[in-house]
């Protein structure tokens, strides 16, 4: 978006001498890392003081399923943090977020596996599971520190499309609230995982749009 008074031919050059030198990543890299953790610690403070792990979760963590969710979850907020980090940029493109495709493409397959070992019986009564509420509940409340911190780290950036880059903040804050959410949850079916987590994080993700592109306009 062309600043105010500046012509368009002197924004495409301003871009053109941004994309063009390093330093603006390089330093806003130190800045963006020291915020996700941050964000992770703010996420990880609510958890233990409020929520805490579920109560069988000593026999849990032998349970395929269940170390599973964190598979998906991990590897959702990694590609975003990364995703997130790489539209900060002007001269980025959309080709970083083929990243996002991770997490969706593991989860379809367990989903697959759940098919075809589970009775077809069982299956409604798992995609719906016990803790649907929970879910769209905890993982937005769990979201609210890292996206706010992610938030203002992008804001020493320079994003060509301020609401994507937001989106992709939501989906990474998201991607860390579900995985302390995980460890709460004892759904531990990836029918349900499909069923309920993309829903919170959704909800996330279009908030993040819409924040970044007020917040992160330049």
Not at 33 to 48: M, P
Not at 107 to 122: H, N, T
Not at 123 to 144: D, E, K, V
Not at 186 to 205: C, K, R
Request: charged share 15%; aromatic share 10%.
């Amino acid at each position: 978006m062309p600043f105010i008074g500046v012509a368009p031919a002197k924004t495409d050059e301003l871009i053109s001498i941004l994309s063009n030198d390093g330093l603006p990543r390089q330093r806003l890299w130190p800045g963006f890392a020291l915020r996700t953790a941050a964000g992770t610690l703010v996420a990880a403070t609510l958890f233990f003081t409020d929520i805490g792990f579920r109560p069988d979760i000593a026999e849990a963590v032998h349970s395929i399923r269940f170390l599973f969710k964190f598979v998906v979850t991990i590897a959702l907020a990694a590609a975003a943090v990364l995703v997130a980090f790489k539209l900060s940029r002007p001269d980025e493109d959309f080709r970083s977020s083929r990243a996002l495709l991770v997490s969706p493409i593991l989860l379809a397959c367990a989903v697959g596996i759940e098919l075809s070992v589970v009775p077809d019986g069982q299956w409604m009564s798992r995609l719906i599971g016990h803790n649907a509420r929970t879910c769209l509940t905890l993982i937005p409340l769990l979201s609210i520190g890292p996206l706010i911190c992610f938030m203002a780290a992008l804001r020493h950036g320079a994003p060509s499309n301020p609401g994507w880059t937001g989106a992709a903040a939501g989906l990474a804050a998201s991607g860390i609230a579900a995985t302390f959410y995980a460890a709460n949850c004892d759904d531990d079916s990836p029918l349900f995982v499909a069923a309920w987590y993309p829903l919170a994080i959704i909800a996330v993700g279009a908030a993040g749009y819409f924040i970044g592109k007020r917040a992160l306009k330049w």
